[in-house]
């Protein structure tokens, strides 16, 4: 279906693609990953002739025909189901032509080809595919104009999927999607008729739907077999298999070279060196395929723990207008350590609960109760567009760090992966993974207690993601998490929350349930959790470290314990060491001195037997969380 064939492409001198070879045989789903930056969309300008290679070619199979989502999305008075139907261009113009054939062989022609493309169904296949991106049968009749661009986005995709290409081409498809979105997607793709080729770094999807993985790095393209997760063990072995030929190679290297300084010098081994120093001119470097590391995400911890709930909502309503909620009867509780994880569509409330946990609004009725010196980090995707555009890395952290040296503003921005030629360009300038990077580096600057991520992800590389996962997973506050990947959401959360049907509760079973009841294939009856088969590995991983974390709760307050002594006893070490620095004290008041003294050695010894306390406390949760 298509052919990649030693493709060369570079952009103001860098190279993106140095001879890169794929093939994608029809009927195939490929999922297409890489570090942001290394020329996946590009590839697919390339693909559809929007720009042309240095050398090599793209070719699509003759007669095949192409599908891809426009970067403009639809915007007019048409209503989301014309906008979809019309996208069927071969449909449609036969439809008109029929309203004006009168040759009868020629209107055979056309209800024998109408009936070849059921189009008879297709309002109702357009009418599925919108459901299932979220869209009610009454806003499918609504105008495109009436609706926000993420949305009109998915009236794009939705089109797009409608249209059935020869080969389908998604860029980050999940950018505008809810989870359920998502799961859904991932189920259409399975049954796709055409070929596939996915930009994406949503784990679950190239795990669900991909049957292969073509990984672009150093401009090369390189395909794996199975979804992400044989992709990176393949890649695994494969770096593993390159070391040890590294590695035995350096071992012959060590020798030959043994040999030459052994014996260069002696006529009658003169013949063996000479031909051990052409082996080794001849030896080539073995390439391998180790990724560069990725620069880790680094939240601060809370400077001091607070008693649970941190958060207590009872009978709470909210909304935009007094007499029109759009949450009500919502009574939960948030504690200082939860890992929380938001799931329901887009338009159900998902971010109007956001909203009211950062402040942002205040509840119509009921109560809601937040711990007095609550701190609270907010992130969402309309944050980052609200950065001063001219204004550079370096420049937003002076404001938080006044006081500071250029070194340590400079290393605290490194620390969330902005390097130092990038600290100095404009916000406008910088990736939108960059971005987000100095967003996150901004937001929890003075140690938060509750962290609210809203799709914290959509601007991150795979890497990027394990980095910010590991993140979450090391950070000691509270987190609340809405996102579109379920991977993420199984990794990092604990709880899960459902909004839906005006109202926020807690959903005691897990992500696979939940999306098999989406797609119909259990009840939604909340008894139906009795029946369901035992948990999946990452489920009872989840649980497992759920357990773990309560576990560990008593350890974290003993050690939270002795360091508040021990800067309690630092600080009362400085006061009496400013006593005993007072001129002339010993000459003027010997008694006063020897007491301050005397105090001084009591709290010195207690402050060792604290941190000492406090080491043993650190080493039996080190040891706990290894087991």
Known sequence: MLHVNDLTYRIEGRMLFDQATLFLPAKTRMGLVG????????????????????????????????????????????????VVLAADTERAALLVEAETATDPHRIAEIQTRLADIESHTAEARAGSILSGLGFTGEEQRRPCREFSGG??????????????????????????????????????LKSFPGAVLVISHDRDLLNGAMQKIAHLKDGKLTVFDGGYDDFEKALAEKQRLQMKLVEKQEA?????????????????KA??????????????????????????????????????????MLDMAVGYEPDKPILKGVSLNIDPDDRIGILGRNGAGKSTLAKLLNDKLEPCEGFLRKHKKLQIAFFAQHQIEHLSPEVSAYQHVIEL???????????????????GDRQETPAKHLSGGEKARLLFNLITFEGPHLLIL??????????????????????EGAVVLISHDRHLIETCVDRLWVVGDGTVKQYDDDIETYRQSLLG?????????????????????RRDKAVQREALKPIKAEIARWEKEADRLR??????????????????????????????????????????????????LEAAQAE
């Open 401 to 419: 760090m006044p006081d500071a040296t250029e070194a340590q503003r400079r290393a605290r921005l490194a620390r969330f992966g902005l390097p």
């Open 252 to 268: 012959e290297r060590r020798h030959l070279q043994s040999f030459v300084d052994r014996f260069k010098a002696k006529a009658s």
């Open 151 to 188: 949305w009109r986005m998915r009236v794009a995709l939705a089109a797009t999927l409608f249209a059935r290409p020869d080969l389908l081409l998604l860029d980050e498809p999940t950018n505008y999607l809810d989870l359920e979105g998502v799961m859904w997607l991932q189920s259409y």
């Open 454 to 475: 809203d799709e914290p992800t959509n601007h991150l590389d795979m890497d990027s993601r394990a980095a910010l996962i590991s993140a979450i997973n090391t950070y």
């Open 35 to 82: 570090r942001n930056g290394t020329g996946k969309s590009t590839l697919f300008r390339l693909i559809r002739g929007e720009i042309q290679p240095e050398t090599g070619d793209t070719r699509v199979q003759k007669g095949a025909r192409i599908g891809w989502v426009a970067q403009e999305a639809p915007g007019g008075d048409e209503s989301l189901m014309d």
């Open 521 to 541: 294939r259990v009840p939604r009856d909340p008894n139906a959790k009795k029946k369901a088969s035992p948990p999946d590995e990452k489920t009872q991983r």
């Open 571 to 620: 600080g009362i070490i400085e006061v009496i060491d400013k006593g005993l620095s007072a001129p002339g004290l010993y000459e003027k008041d010997p008694k006063t001195a020897t007491d301050l003294q005397i105090k001084r050695a009591k709290a010195v010894d207690l402050l060792d037997a604290a941190e000492m306390n406090w080491l043993e406390a650190e080493e039996r």
């Open 271 to 312: 013949k063996q060196a000479q031909s051990r120093v052409k082996r080794l001119e001849k030896m080539q470097v073995i390439a391998t395929t180790v990724d560069d590391p990725i620069a880790p995400f680094d939240f601060p911890n809370p400077q001091r723990r607070m008693a649970p709930p941190i958060v207590r």
